[in-house]
């Protein structure tokens, strides 16, 4: 019966050991990766004020964009009433598709 309780104690503590580095294992991984995360906000707070002039230059690339977006509607707009108009043309002059 002594030998039972003897290598249950030392089952036990084997166990306890398996369990504390187990923990300290995982406690340094956490570690690790939360000091990549705090590397990783500096990093992206660098960023933002890297690119925080950027914000008036692009505000005005957008606004040209959109007048050249608008402007291509238009074409395609007209375009699209050059193609009803030929299509007229082309039908009364007995053409019909040919593409």
Do not use: C
Not at 48 to 71: C, D, Q, S, W
């Amino acid at each position: 019966m002594e030998l039972l309780a003897r290598l249950t104690v030392i089952y036990a503590v084997v166990l306890v050991l398996a369990l504390a580095l187990s923990l300290i294992t995982i406690f340094v991984y956490l570690w690790r990766i939360g000091s990549a995360l705090a590397e990783v906000e500096s990093a992206l707070g660098q960023a933002e004020k890297n690119t925080a002039p950027l914000k008036g230059h692009i505000e005005t690339i957008n606004g040209g964009l959109t007048r050249v977006g608008e402007g291509l509607t238009a074409v395609d707009q007209h375009s699209a009433a050059i193609d009803g108009s030929l299509e007229a043309v082309a039908d009364h002059l007995g053409l019909g598709e040919t593409v």
